[in-house]
Structure formats: C-alpha cells, structure tokens
C-alpha cells in the first residue's frame, strides 16, 4: 500500500478526467474489442455469436484488507479469479469491466498499482484479454466489481450439470494453499488485538512467501479450461468455496456422487478439502481420456448417494473438514 | 424501506442459498441467453457477433440513500441508467450481471424489492432484456454494480464522435427533471440537521411526484437508441452529468461546436443544461433527417470553437449555470 503521507495526491484530490488519465494507460486493450472505452459503452466481437459472462464483488473487509494485499495483488486476484470463473466454462477470456468505488483517501498511486496488477494478471493468464470499459466512484468502503467475458469458439459450454458415473474426477491447479496463506495470516499476520498488521504480514512473506502469494494473488489454470472442453471434459467448477463444497455443488447439479481419493490430495487432505479460493478446475472425464494441461485424478464419480462428496468410499462430513471452525471471522 | 423492525430477516439472518432462492425467482429472464445464472458464468447469444457492455457501480451516501428512495425504486434505476447507456450505442438491450453488496442489517425483503425494481424496469423499458448473473456480497457500504449488454443488430454502433457541421442536435427525454427532483430533495427532504429524511421526502412525494420520480425512478427512452441509429444518427450519448457538460463531451469527441436553442430548452434553461441524471438521449442527425420516435431539436452542430457549447450564439460559462453552485455536496 502506497504510504498516504508520501507525497502524491489522493483519489479525492484530483478529478475524474485526470483519475482516468493516468489510469487507462496503464490497462490491458482487448484484441476483440472493436470499440474500447471512452464512449457509453464498449463493442466486443465474438467468433461464435455467443458470449460467456460472469460478475464478482471485491469488498475491503470480507475480501480482503489493504493492510495485506498490496493493489498490485488486488488487482491481479481480481482478474485472476474472473477469468477462472470464464475458464471454468471452457471459455477463452477476452475482456473485462472494471468498476472501482475507492475510498476518498486513497492514494492515486494505488489506483494505478492495482491497473497495472489487473494488466499483469491479464497478459500472464490469459493474454489477448483486456479492459474494455469501467467505472469510477466514491465510497466509505473500497468495493472492486468486475465482470469477465469469454468465448466459447464454437464449443458448447461446460456446465456443472454433465457428469456421469464413471468418470475421471480431475483437478487441475493447488488444492489448499489459498487456505494455508489465510490460515497463517489470520494467525500470524496479525497485531495483538488480532487485526491485521502489515508489518507482520510483510515478515510471513520473507517466509511463506509461496502460500500468502497463493492466496493473494492466485495464478489460476485458466488455459485449463479450455484444454478441457476440448478434451471432452463433461463437467466442470471454479474451486472458489473448497473442494469437499464445490465437488457437492457440482455432484448435486450432475445428480451423481464423487469419491475422492484421499492419498491423490496431497500431504494436507484437510486443507485440500475444507480450503477456499483455491481457484484450480474441478473438472470431470469421461473415462480412459488423456487428461489434459495440468489436470491430475483425485477420484471418480459415483452414482450415489447423489450430491455426496466421499473419500475413499467414507461419507465425508463438510463440518469435519473445516479448518476453519473455532475461527472468529469477524476479528479483522 | 422496509422496517427493519417490522419482523422478516436480515441479510445477515439467512444464508446466501437461501437468499438466491428468494431472489433468484423475481428477475426477469433475458431471451437471448442459453445458460442462465446457477454455473460458473451465463452464456449469451448475438444477432452479429458482437456485444455492447456497460458498466456502473451506485453507492450508498454519493448516489443514493435509502432515506429517500425505496429499494424498489433502486431497482430500477440500477437498470435504467444502464439500459441508457446501451441504448445510446444505438443498441437493443439484451442483458445484465447485478452484482450486490448488502449491509448485513437490510432486510431480506429489501432485496426482494430491489430486484422486482429491476424486473418492472427491464420489462417496462426493454422487454427480452433480463439478468443473466450476478453476485451477493456483505459490505458497511449498501453497493451496487450492474452491468448490461447490447445487441447491435447488424449496425454499426453510434459513437460520440461522428457529429458533423449542420447536423440538427437533438434530445429525446426529460431535460432538468431529475435535477429539479433532486433539488427539492436537498431542500425540503432533509430534517433540520439537513439529513435526508424518510418523512419529510414522502411529503414531497405526494405533492411533487413528478420530479421527485424523475430522480428516483427514471423512464429514459430505451427504444429510441435503436430508432436513432436506423434513422441515421451521426453521434449519441446518454445525458448523465447535464446537457451542458454533455454536449461539450459530444462535441469534443466529434471536434466540433454545439449552439443550442435557449427557446428549445423549455421553461428552466437552467435546469435543462446544468441538471444531471437526466438519462436522456441527445444525438445529432443529418439536415433533413426526420427525428424518429421521441426527438425533438434543440439546436445545431456549429464548426467552431470546437468543444464548446453555446446558446442562441453565445459561449455558455458551465459555472454561470450551475444549479448546485453554493450547494454542500457533503451534507446528507
């Protein structure tokens, strides 16, 4: 976080024009965007007739702090974790909406680090991608609102809806490290009145670097997704919410089980399961398919009983698996 | 707004399946998507290949308070001005993500309404358009960000920039209605504290509907985008921020001059050029054009001084006729 006392103006001491002046430089251009921003609205060219669309809320609070994340990180999760909610439809991204109310103190250099993480993210995970219009406002609470576009490139989608018994269950990208990064933030990256510190959360950096990096600026698989659907993949999520939630989600939508082999889920099952914004695809297969990129087996659907999640053929309780139950959500 | 006290639940009383399965039933279904909300993302088909996006984010306190308006009426206007802004492209509005941050202490029943508001607006101003995602997140600050789409048709989409010398300038909806509104609201809707006042705001409603509905609840003239672009509009935006800094805005685009008709203007010049949130339609046509649908003319695209505005000939000073000079802008 730019430190507000370090000299260069903030969002509420210089105008809209030249708040956009500095900051659409800085952002991605779209190569299927025939009109970019500036006008009322943007154009963007599809190559099937279709587009795929989804939308999502960054709230400071519930969502992250700014005493954390750097506005590079949140610029760079915000894309990130769009995209994948486009990829996780078999879709190839290529473009976004940008809407930011940002609090009145916060410095325009900031504003400027987060477009260029949202660039990053873009040209990093899904390159071709861009911005192609936003918004900016004022608020009490910094909010981040993006909406993400996709292309199907003739395919069908790949809904949560089309596995069937007998499957490969697949997961393509960390399972849990999200989780760990939060974990230890919560626990360490705090002061002693439990909110969140900065300087403290700087030295878990130094020394997990590799799960705070996973949890505040995740690099989804999306390339994955579309390597699935062409792969055939007859199902396919986002992991926002956990495996052992998401797998349910996705079992109920199929009316089908998952067993999930525990010793595929590497050295932390708990985490692997109960964890959240892991941000990997959750994808099932027809069976004897190639698996394709990065996705690697972690079980098979099952026929009943329909929306269960097992492990090794055991019923798994969610509240069992939830590291973190005794929390205080609401400290920080 | 309903009473928090008048027994339902809260936002934070329920949990977010059992809040999408009250909400989810009220919006409307858009007819050009194939897959709704419940996965990942929506998809959504186009007549040409190509979609029309806007985006924009309405907070509590700079954009609305809910002292004064009903969660019914934000509703509408999230769609409306939205729907506005694709019509302006000249284009057909199809659909919209709604993403929304609750403070954990609204009613249930508050989004309830909100998304009737958005249902009644989208089959009010542009039947087949619904939403087709969206997300629910819990902020201090109540937040809301809509973006919609647009189906172009096969047209070229009508820009800012393409207004011509002698082209007839034109206006399609109210001009300072929605000021005037928003004008007695700040003087007679707030208590003696100068607070927005829920009382005093509905008193003002039975005697002034009219203007006060303009700013809570506005019709912006959805058809007539689409019967601008086939009539041959050379330029078209959406009166957000007052005639005046709008024209200037078109005009700056298209590097020409616009002279308005102060007789044209009605019986408040004032209010018609310096009032925001109009979400009228201005748009230039070529001599001789018959103005289609709800255009009437306001004045003439003038080769110079490029980017300005004038009236009956004469430079128009913006400051000279801003209705809000001498306001506080902080109080309420």
């Not at 007859?234 to 939630?245: K, N, P, Q, V």
Request: charged content about 20%.
């Amino acid at each position: 976080m730019p430190d507000p006392r370090s000299g260069g103006p903030l969002v509420s001491e210089i105008g809209e024009a030249e708040l956009l002046a500095r900051i659409l430089p800085l952002l991605p251009a779209a190569a299927a965007a025939t009109t970019g921003p500036g006008d009322d609205a943007a154009v963007v060219g599809t190559t099937d007739g279709r587009f795929v669309v989804t939308t999502d809320l960054m709230v400071h609070g519930p969502d992250f702090r700014l005493a954390w994340s750097t506005p590079w990180e949140l610029g760079w999760k915000a894309a990130a974790t769009n995209l994948s909610d486009v990829a996780a439809m078999g879709a190839r991204p290529t473009a976004l909406v940008v809407a930011i109310a940002a609090t009145p103190s916060l410095p325009v250099e900031a504003l400027e680090q987060f477009a260029v993480g949202l660039r990053d993210a873009c040209e990093s995970l899904a390159p071709g991608c861009g911005v192609v219009g936003g918004d900016l406002s004022v608020s009490d609470t910094f909010t981040i609102a993006v909406t993400a576009f996709g292309d199907l490139d003739g395919r069908p989608p790949v809904l949560r809806s089309g596995a069937r018994v007998g499957d490969v269950v697949a997961v393509s990208g960390d399972l849990g490290r999200a989780a760990a990064g939060l974990r230890l933030l919560f626990s360490k990256g705090v002061d002693d009145d439990g909110r969140p510190d900065a300087g403290r959360a700087a030295a878990l950096r130094e020394r997990d670097g590799d799960v705070v990096s996973a949890q505040f600026a995740p690099r989804p698989p999306i390339g994955d997704g579309v390597l699935a659907a062409a792969a055939g993949a007859t199902a396919m999520l986002d992991l926002s919410d956990g495996l052992g939630l998401d797998a349910s989600r996705l079992a109920t939508a199929s009316g089908v089980g998952i067993d999930l082999d525990l010793d595929a889920l590497g050295p932390d099952p708990v985490l692997a399961i109960g964890g959240g914004e892991d941000h990997s695809l959750l994808a099932t297969f027809p069976p004897g398919t190639i698996l394709p990129g990065g996705f690697r087996r972690i079980g098979e659907v099952v026929a009943s009983p329909v929306g269960a999640v097992l492990r090794d053929g055991e019923p798994l309780d969610p509240r069992g698996w939830d590291p973190y139950s005794g929390w205080d959500g609401a400290i920080g």
